[in-house]
């Protein structure tokens, strides 16, 4: 897979394409509940916030897992791990294997999110590259919860760098939400929320959040 020799980044990441993807559509199941033949669930959205031995092989054997992601709505760009304690390489490596899945699921014809991940700022020169600019564009706070300062700071660097035109959240922890609240002028803001197993589906607008929080 070529990817059309188009890359992005000193590290020549294939590109996700921004699409018309119909957020409003978007149902959330993991990976791990996929299945072939799964009728019942075609129009769910895929996510890959698991483990990653779960879902290697849609990297590994990516031609092979195609039969049974084509079935669903839309596909999250796996979420390879980037911790602060793997060596660079290593982190290099998990946006590669992002950004490729995500491209080669695009120019098979699916609906893909891009997902965004970031370690510390070492990460910063390559973690927003092989994103279009304007994307919509998926998060997950899930393993951030005792770090705000360095979510926020990541953060913020992805919408100076890609400049989503919607950010999808995974995982609805409060007091991250109220940061990001006072950073949107116009930009809508989606949280999806996992508890008990149950998907829970919030949509808000900016202008919204700080008027029912009192933000000036």
Known sequence: FLYNCKSAGKYDFP?????????EKIKLMSFSDAKPDDSKNRDKTLHFFTYDWKFENVYEKAADELEKLKQYYCLLSPDFSIFTNMPLALQIESVFKN????????????????????????????CFDGIEEGAVVFVCAYYRENDESSF?????????????SLVLCYWFIWYHVNHVKN???????????????CVCFFISTAAQCRKQNNYT
């Open 152 to 164: 926020m700071t990541g953060y913020n660097e992805m919408l100076k760098r890609i400049k989503p």
């Open 15 to 23: 590109i996700i394409r921004k699409q018309d993807i119909d957020v």
């Open 183 to 197: 950073f949107f002028a116009s930009i809508r803001i989606e949280y999806y929320c996992c508890m008990c197993y």
């Open 99 to 126: 950004r490729w899945c995500g491209a080669f699921w695009q120019s098979r014809g699916l609906n893909v999110i891009p997902t965004v991940s970031w370690g510390d700022e070492k990460s910063f020169d390559f």
